[in-house]
């Protein structure tokens, strides 16, 4: 009998997922609203797969995901979500999940992927999967910054002027504006709102 947490905080779709799960053989699923509950249960019991919503009322999925991974390093995790974004779909894999099922898969591809997730294999749909694949190649395609450029671009998108992130990061004035000068050149925008923009598209703000 494999054990199966799922995490979701829509009450209704909690019950549906649950349910189907219940019904087949060979399953056994505990479900959560709230990732604390599930947390403690992964402490207590062995599961063989968390399944999960990305869409969180206190946090997100690849925050979740972040947590489990560190504290149950060998639990595979899979997101059960709405959410068809190639992006968010590369954080959540970077975030150490196992797989990615959007919810309007067919039952066949669910049960299918629910399977591989349980034997530790990648376990994304195919829909999931061509988004997956694009973002990760749009994402080797982004130029590469350095810890200090992070920093930087962190703290502009956050608000601060150039003489706040001077005096938060020990620079002077005129180093923060070359790094500046240096993110509009890299990523080839003419503002820092283009500039946060783009980052926030391609979630670099989390990474």
Do not use: W
């Amino acid at each position: 009998m494999k054990i199966i947490a799922v995490l979701d905080d829509h009450p209704l779709l909690l019950e549906g997922v649950v349910s189907f799960l219940n019904n087949q053989d060979g399953y056994r699923v505990y479900p959560f609203l709230e990732e604390v509950a599930m947390i403690e249960f992964l402490d207590t019991t062995k599961v063989d797969l968390v399944l999960m919503d990305m869409q969180l009322s206190n946090t997100s999925g690849v925050d979740v995901c972040r947590q489990v991974r560190k504290q149950f390093p060998l639990v595979p995790i899979v997101a059960l979500s709405n959410l068809a974004d190639g992006n968010l779909i590369f954080q959540f894999m970077r975030a150490g999940g196992n797989g990615y099922i959007l919810k309007d898969v067919s039952n066949e591809e669910f049960l299918y992927c629910v399977q591989l997730g349980i034997d530790g294999k990648e376990s994304i749909c195919d829909r999931a999967k061509e988004l997956y694949t694009g973002a990760v190649s749009t994402m080797k395609s982004l130029p590469r910054l350095t810890r200090r450029e992070k920093e930087i671009l962190i703290l502009i998108s956050n608000g601060l002027t150039t003489n706040q992130i001077a005096e938060k990061l020990f620079l002077s004035p005129v180093t923060v504006e070359t790094h500046r000068r240096n993110l509009l050149t890299k990523f080839k925008v003419k503002n820092m709102i283009k500039l946060v923009q783009f980052a926030m598209k391609h979630k670099l703000l989390d990474l």
